[in-house]
């Protein structure tokens, strides 16, 4: 069994609207926008006038300019997540990170979060795209409990809009920054426990969603939307099969891809909206740490007797999924 002892999440604070991005006359207005991907405004760690004069067509200078470093945005969700768990930085016996966009070759992103924090311990990136959070619970809910330290820090760390051309509508449209924290552990019960876990992949796939190696993000849109919506119904489905209370109280958090997406989810899975979260329209599409991004701003609204499906896809091509349940520490 894995609890969840605290999530949190950060995004930054210089805002992306729909006006400018219509201001980089790129084909875009407020109704393309909205009829296509529903999605109202960003966030970023780019300067909205480095974006005005370059639309970032060298991704490789977009580095130095970044308001915050990748070790920065994780550093201050695992801060959130780790009050939110009552846990300090010497309590803390593992760092697992991922994403879509590491800084670095080398080191991994998890060592750089634990030295901003003054987390002395094993730091290792566990990274599947934008499908991480659940990659990283279905590692470790396949591994001994014993074998693990008392505390886990999982991160899933997403400042994508360095691999945006916004010279693109297609792709400028879509990505927001964000960064998404868990404090788990398999030995401390906790309020919100992991009941199930699924992780699947289709490595034939691998192509149709890509971040070069100092490129532009890259993906086969349409091909790659229908995928996303019949995968995360296929996860819904596995889990929603799990589901041990009233399942008129399950709520859905999706992968935060774009709104129409996620309706469409929803609505075929006969999710009513009063049931369904999501932060897309706010924030953007924030990879690995959009899901985990909508449970953390909800943490304070759980309530004992919830349940949660979490469905999420990435590049690989990759989909899983977890359940979640809320009640008494037993």
């Known amino acids: 069994m894995i609890y969840l002892h605290g999530l949190g999440h950060f995004h930054p604070p210089t805002v992306i609207d729909n006006a400018f991005l219509t201001g980089l006359n790129i084909g875009t207005d407020e109704a393309w926008i909205l009829e296509r991907v529903g999605i109202r405004t960003r966030r970023t760690v780019l300067p909205l006038e480095y974006l005005t004069a370059t639309q970032n067509a060298d991704p490789l200078q977009s580095h130095a300019v970044s308001t915050h470093t990748n070790a920065q945005t994780g550093a201050e969700a695992a801060r959130l997540a780790m009050a939110r768990a009552g846990v300090t930085a010497d309590q803390i016996g593992l760092v697992w990170a991922g994403g879509c966009s590491p800084q670095h070759t080398i080191p991994a992103e998890a060592c750089k979060v634990a030295a901003e924090l003054g987390i002395r311990a094993p730091g290792v990136d566990v990274t599947s795209a934008c ?21 886990v820090l999982l991160l899933q760390i997403e400042n994508n809009t360095r691999t945006v051309d916004y010279r693109d509508r297609s792709t400028a449209v879509l990505w927001g920054d964000a960064s998404a ?8 019960p906790a309020r919100v426990k992991v009941m199930a876990t699924t992780l699947t992949s289709d490595p034939s796939g691998w192509d149709k969603v890509l971040v070069p190696t100092g490129g532009h993000f890259a993906q086969q849109g349409s091909a790659v939307q229908t995928f996303a919506i019949r995968k995360s ?4 489905q596995t889990l929603r099969a799990q589901v041990k209370g009233d399942p008129s109280r399950l ?12 309706q469409a989810v929803a609505a075929r899975a006969g999710i009513p909206d009063d049931r369904h979260w999501w932060n897309v329209d706010r924030f953007g599409n924030g990879g690995a740490a959009g899901a985990p991004s909508v449970l953390s701003q909800h943490w304070d609204e759980l309530q004992d007797g919830d349940e949660l499906v979490v469905a999420v896809v990435g590049s690989g091509l990759t989909w899983g999924g977890v359940l979640l349940q809320v009640g008494e520490i037993a």
């Open 131 to 151: 499908s991480t959070f659940a990659a990283q619970l279905h590692l470790l809910d396949q591994m001994k409990p014993e074998a693990l330290p008392a505390y």
């Open 181 to 188: 924290a868990a404090v788990v552990s398999t030995r401390n």
């Open 233 to 236: 119904g296929e996860v819904i």
């Open 251 to 262: 709520r859905f958090v999706g992968h935060q891809a774009n709104l129409l997406m996620l």
